[in-house]
């Protein structure tokens, strides 16, 4: 087993009985591998409560991680966080407030916490291997080295600075509850792919290369609006907002980075942003006319590998909803229950799918849009769907001169669409068998339920055609959210 170095905790050798089942099953049995990730983490807390009036809590860690940079600075860093609660029924002037107001605490947190980054960083030292370089001819052969990657001794965790404030409050003896959240968030240091100079062999490298800001809101109402002894009405209501901004990115993007995919960062911008090309309506031929980088309008003179002036492309908005929650209604009458959920989500924008390409399937030769797209002149003035190319315009123009124009039209602004919507999520309707019959069939229990899950949509952009605005913003790699019914019966013995 040569090459192994003992000295180094490696094994010297296999033992007999592990290479002679990897012999006769011709099976890779046993193997050898070095874990190159290490981590480990100090932490301490502490927490200190005053007649369950008031309570604060501290808590403080240190971490390192050699899957960072090798100075101090970078590998270890400490962290921590204090917290605090005031619980404002248990003062003795709070009795004067009842029955209106039932409990209140108010809560209040600062922290430093971080990240040592996506799964796939690693930071060790430069990393040496050794290849046989091709030959024309089989019979030469020689030994060489490459450089697999270097290190960046500077590279740290991602840290977060947090504010959070929020409050619990109970109204008209808990009938009524009402939970707020809000907070802010300071994210440094993030770590990306940026361009190096080329040194040594790697044009990419692992770095800390952004900042972000983002501040949000979460606000849930639970009550109880009716309750008889036969009857009751329960309400539950979800709300959250949610706004970020990119404050620094050490980047150079392209326009076909910013215009494809499910949206991408530029300072001032959300983190997963969607910009488009200006779409200024068909000329007279049925053909797409677009602004260009040079503030001209144009067909097909776009550059999609350009990098240095794409201030002409236009800010669609974000990828990510700034609006999101649910309501749900619970109706109980004597055995019979009914439950009703509604979900919504409002703020954000879909990129829809491309419709023209060089080439077609028979999934994809007639979307919707073709039914209203341009036909005979004149047509411009009442669509933004382009025609279908002749082979006229082909020659006139060259294919290649009409694939940009075709591509730059599935990533313009009149491919985008409100991602806004409200489903009707869930329907239960269960029914719960009388006490009575129950004991004459001497069984514990019986009930049966009827569900129904993602019914339909009670509001969306009519822009979409008929399309699932929750399945575009899964990036195209999850099946359409299904209706479901499901009938149970339980019986219990």
Do not use: C
Request: hydrophobic share 35%; aromatic share 14%; proline share 3%.
């Amino acid at each position: 087993m040569g090459g192994l170095q003992y000295s180094l905790g490696e094994i010297p050798f296999y033992g007999y009985e592990l290479f002679k089942k990897q012999v006769e099953e011709n099976s890779l049995y046993y193997g050898l591998n070095n874990t190159k990730n290490r981590g480990v983490a100090f932490f301490s807390n502490a927490t200190y409560s005053w007649k369950r009036r008031y309570t604060i809590n501290g808590t403080v860690r240190y971490e390192g991680t050699n899957r960072l940079g090798k100075s101090t600075k970078s590998r270890w860093l400490p962290t921590w966080n204090i917290s605090g609660a005031w619980n404002a029924h248990e003062e003795d002037f709070f009795e004067a407030l009842n029955p209106v107001l039932s409990n209140f605490t108010v809560r209040a947190s600062y922290s430093l916490t971080a990240d040592s980054g996506p799964f796939d960083v690693t930071n060790s030292a430069v990393d040496i291997r050794s290849v046989n370089p091709w030959r024309p001819s089989s019979g030469v052969r020689e030994s060489g080295l490459t450089i697999e990657s270097l290190e960046n001794s500077d590279l740290t965790y991602e840290k977060k600075n947090e504010i959070n404030i929020g409050f619990d409050a109970g109204f008209i003896d808990n009938r009524i509850n009402v939970g707020f959240d809000w907070y802010t968030r300071d994210n440094y240091d993030l770590i990306g792919i940026v361009n190096t100079q080329g040194i040594g062999g790697e044009a990419t490298k692992f770095g800390n290369v952004a900042s972000m800001t983002s501040q949000g809101l979460e606000l849930s109402i639970s009550s109880t609006n009716i309750k008889t002894d036969n009857f009751s009405w329960r309400t539950n209501f979800i709300y959250s907002k949610t706004t970020n901004e990119v404050t620094e990115l050490e980047n150079r993007s392209r326009v076909i980075d910013l215009i494809t995919g499910n949206g991408f960062a530029r300072t001032g911008y959300p983190v997963r942003s969607i910009f488009s090309i200006p779409f200024e309506g068909l000329n007279s031929e049925g053909l797409p006319t677009f602004t260009n980088e040079n503030g001209e309008t144009t067909v097909s003179d776009i550059y999609f590998q350009e990098r240095d002036n794409i201030d002409f492309l236009e800010y669609s908005g974000s990828a990510d909803p700034t609006d999101i929650g649910g309501l749900g209604n619970t109706f109980t009458y004597k055995g019979f229950s009914l439950n009703v959920f509604a979900s919504y989500s409002f703020g954000n924008v879909v990129r829809l799918n491309p419709i023209f390409n060089d080439e077609y399937t028979d999934l994809t030769a007639f979307p919707r849009e073709f039914e209203n797209r341009w036909v005979t002149p004149g047509d411009e003035n009442f669509t933004d769907i382009p025609r279908i190319a002749s082979a006229r315009q082909v020659d006139n123009y060259g294919g290649s001169e009409l694939d940009i124009a075709y591509n730059a039209y599935n990533y313009s602004t009149a491919r985008i669409a409100k991602g806004d919507f409200i489903r009707l999520k869930q329907v239960t309707l269960g029914y719960q068998f009388d006490q009575s019959l129950i004991e004459k069939l001497k069984i514990s229990s019986l009930s049966m339920s009827v569900n129904a899950t993602n019914l339909f949509l009670l509001y969306s952009d009519k822009k979409l055609n008929g399309q699932d605005p929750e399945f575009f913003n899964s990036g195209g790699v999850a099946s359409p959210l299904a209706k479901q019914i499901t009938f149970s019966l339980r019986l219990g013995l």
